[in-house]
């Protein structure tokens, strides 16, 4: 049965050379039964620290939180039914996969015939379900990752908690694993809360993400809702890669602005629940993908470099403001490339970018 999750404004401080530091302030959270919610941000914005109070590592400061209606700020780890898997996979060395698995079951005092149909179960479903005699240092490190979330899910927790899991692989092996720890709490529908400083992985994912920067919540949302909506400059810039063009808005109509960028007016949106005033500075957000050289009639500038990625062109390109643009043209045969010192000009669809006050 999944379970419903909620954090009521908390926080956490630490005493550090005398000063108090909020390493995590007012976080306020509901998680939905079998919802993945990501919590994402740079290293240093309390993401670790906030699901260390979820499983009861660290006490909060302040604030509540609940599982399924129960306050459980305060109770203890082992009381929680919650599994959590780490950023190092912590196996023992001197046991076999399956004893590795069945630990948890051994000390809940399990029946032995239970315990080896649960590590069957759990093996099989982390397609490991041949390797119960092999040994932690005959496996790879997906392997070795696939036994650790095993161990945790035998134990059929009510929420899962994990804490960078995939950090430590290789980019291809993560791109896999992602796909496969998805697959699994899908098919346990089990309530899940993931923390990860790679974005890739947060997108591909979630069902919402948690965006934070300093201790505190920047932005709420599912996947596309935060890379085409951004809140703020701060998620914008973090989530994928943005162009944050500077602009002046010329008029306002409804939740439309004529912004003039680098001497075009462009019709752009704004950001939700903004407010703009003709003459106020905005900041429009474009996405490299949608910001394409042409002949003429956009934006001036001077192409810096022009990398082949095979599937698309990079280029950088100077705009007259200083400021460098990135732009990525899809690569077809016969299509027009640019060369580095040309001169170029960028267009936008001005509908998929967006303003957001400067």
Known sequence: MAVTLELSNVSKIFQKDREQVRAVDSVSLSVAPGEMVTFLGPSGCGKTTTLRMVAGFEIPS?????????????????????????QNYALFPHMSVFENVAYGLRVKGD????????????????????????FPNQLSGGEQQRVA?????????????????????DAKLRIHMRT???????????????????????????????V????????????????????????????????????????????????????????VRAVKESSFATGDAA????????????????????????TFLGGRMEYEVLLPSGQTALSFD??????????????????????????LPR
Not at 290 to 301: C, H, M, T, V, Y
Request: net charge negative; aromatic share 4%; hydrophobic share 40%.
């Open 283 to 306: 900041a429009v957000v474009v996405r490299p993908e949608n910001l394409l050289p042409s002949e003429g009639g956009g934006i001036s500038g001077t192409v810096e470099t022009a």
């Open 330 to 355: 899809p690569f077809l045969p016969g299509k027009r490339i640019w060369s580095e010192g040309e001169s170029v000009h960028l267009v936008f669809d001005p509908k998929i970018a967006v303003a």
């Open 212 to 267: 934070m920067h300093r201790g505190k919540v920047e932005q709420v949302g599912a996947p596309m809702e935060i890379y085409s909506d951004p809140r703020s400059l701060f998620v914008a810039d973090f989530i994928g890669q943005a162009n944050i063009l500077p602009g002046e808005v010329r008029a306002v109509e409804r939740g439309t602005l004529s912004v003039d960028v680098a001497g075009h007016v462009f019709p």
């Open 149 to 169: 979330l095993a161990r945790v899910l035998v134990l059929q927790p009510r929420v899962l908690l994990m804490d960078e899991p995939l950090s430590n692989l």
């Open 62 to 86: 302040e604030g509540v939180i609940t599982i399924d209606g129960r306050d459980v700020t305060n109770v203890p780890v082992n009381r929680r039914d919650i599994g959590f898997v780490f």
């Open 180 to 210: 496969e720890i998805r697959r699994i709490q899908k098919h346990l529908n089990i309530t899940c809360l993931y923390v990860t400083h790679d974005q890739g992985e947060a997108l591909t994912m979630s069902d919402r993400i948690m």
């Open 111 to 134: 029946r032995e015939t239970e315990i080896r149909r649960k590590v069957r179960e759990g093996l099989d479903l982390v397609g490991l379900g041949k390797a119960e005699h092999r």
